[in-house]
T-cell receptor, first 116, second 116 residues
């Protein structure tokens, strides 16, 4: 089954404790992206990756890191989480090669993060 | 900078009545436009997109949307709403890329409630 998986689905942590949210897709997509969803703000793009070893900032990258060492994986790293990073996080992927901006994205089920 | 506005936080309709969810956008140049739907406790699912060509696009579950360049709008419509259409709907836009900027911008979302 074609899918995007995220782990963990739920996470409660404390301020300053480094964490990683994993994302993996099995559709051989070049493009992957992370979003956060907050009430009244919709989805805001954190980082995206056009392909292996190619990443770029979205609209809200502060406090986050990403890496793309393999095509299928795109982990989101919070080096020192703070309470304002409490949110619902989604990973997504799509085709991207030539003309890739026109392709729809496939979303993971979401990770609900609470930072106390 | 690109942006999306969904002017209505909530839309309430009776089952069987027409459903419209509004979206306006702002981009430099031509847009790629998307609609996604989010059911409770689920990730986002793609509904339809406008890339080029016919201004009226048809998508999943009987939804359609009309691209209006002069009004910079991309309203989502369904002729006869079902209770199962109750969900959170997001409009998203990408500028047709002239560089390597593949950012995707989402609106804040519109909650649709269809009453029996």
């Amino acid at each position: 089954e074609a899918q995007v998986t995220q782990n963990p689905r739920y996470l409660i942590t404390v301020t300053g404790k480094k964490l990683t949210v994993t994302c993996s897709q099995n559709m051989n997509h070049e493009y992957m992206s992370w979003y956060r969803q907050d009430p009244g703000l919709g989805l805001r793009q954190i980082y995206y990756s056009m392909n292996v070893e190619v990443t770029d900032k979205g609209d809200v990258p502060e406090g986050y890191k990403v890496s793309r060492k393999e095509k299928r994986n795109f982990p989101l790293i919070l080096e020192s989480p703070s309470p304002n990073q409490t949110s619902l996080y989604f990973c997504a992927s799509s085709f991207s090669l030539t003309g890739g901006a026109k392709y729809e994205q496939y979303f993971g089920p979401g990770t609900r993060l609470t930072v106390t | 900078a690109q942006s999306v506005a969904q002017p209505e936080d909530q839309v309430n309709v009776a089952e069987g009545n027409p459903l419209t969810v509004k979206c306006t956008y702002s981009v430099s140049g031509n847009p790629y436009l998307f609609w996604y739907v989010q059911y409770p406790n689920r990730g986002l699912q793609f509904l339809l997109k406008y890339i080029t060509g016919d201004n009226l696009v048809k998508g999943s579950y009987g939804f359609e949307a009309e691209f209006n360049k002069s009004q910079t709008s991309f309203h989502l419509k369904k002729p006869s709403a079902l209770v199962s259409d109750s969900a959170l709907y997001f409009c998203a836009v990408r500028a047709v890329p002239r560089s390597n900027d593949y950012k995707l911008s989402f609106g804040a979302g519109t909650t649709v409630t269809v009453r029996a």
